[in-house]
């Protein structure tokens, strides 16, 4: 199983609104990240966790709450948010440590926020 | 984080080779060159990854001088389904790969 699994695939939601998108791997990954992609720019990374720990958070509004439950699993819960956080967030994972490391993404949530 | 530069656009007809460079001249000693192809509304796919010389996959061929300071992503006989933009990147080497994607090449493959 080479896949990252993100849901759902599609997410509309008002500004009061409170919502997860989840993310699952079962590669034995023990480094897991989120990235934001606006239409046609590059994916921007968000936050790190190495071994289910936060390693990197790249400045991101509070609205934005990571977490990773276990080595597995990775959540990123959404409060509050604006409508220009509308973007594709993207789930990768990865073997943590040196050398060469493939990062495997997954297909992407498309947030729309109203 | 090594920076990386690459053309902006690339146009390529069918069954023809495509090279497309990227310049990093302050790659770190540790990091790996690393390229990933992206179609609209899904996830960066990993393409091929070297350190020097050249690599070569059943998708793609990497080049890397021996200076490293650029690398050239060939691919052999492209497709209309090859469309796509490419991303060249130079990711840390460490407990987690903090992946950092410039500008990327949109590659357009006409008939």
């Known amino acids: 199983d080479t896949e990252v699994t993100q849901t759902p695939k599609h997410l509309v939601m008002g500004m009061t609104n409170k919502k997860s998108l989840k993310c699952e791997q079962h590669?034995?990954?023990?480094?897991m990240y989120w990235y934001k992609q606006k239409a046609k720019k590059p994916p921007e990374l968000m936050f790190v966790?190495?071994?289910?720990?936060?390693?990197i958070n790249e400045s991101v509004p509070s609205r934005f709450s990571p977490e990773c439950p276990n080595s597995s699993l990775l959540n990123l819960h959404l409060h509050a948010l604006q409508p220009e956080d509308s973007a594709l967030y993207l789930c990768?994972?990865?073997?943590?440590?040196?050398?060469?490391?493939?990062?495997?993404f997954g297909s992407g949530t498309q947030l729309s926020v109203l | 984080l090594a920076k990386t530069t690459q053309p902006i656009s690339m146009d390529s007809y069918e069954g023809q080779e495509v090279n497309i460079t990227c310049s990093h001249n302050n790659i770190a000693t540790n990091d790996y060159i690393t390229w990933y192809q992206q179609f609209p509304s899904q996830g960066p796919r990993f393409i091929i990854q070297g350190y020097k010389t050249k690599v070569t996959n059943e998708v793609a061929s990497l080049f890397i001088p021996a200076d490293r300071k650029s690398s050239t992503l060939s691919l052999p006989r492209v497709s209309l389904s090859d469309t796509a933009v490419y991303y060249c990147l130079a990711p840390t080497s460490g407990s987690a790969r903090q992946l950092t994607f410039g500008s990327g090449t949109q590659l357009t493959v006409l008939p």
């Open positions: 966790y190495s071994y289910e720990k936060l390693s």
């Open positions: 990768a994972s990865s073997h943590a440590g040196t050398g060469e490391v493939e990062v495997f």
């Open positions: 590669m034995g990954h023990r480094a």
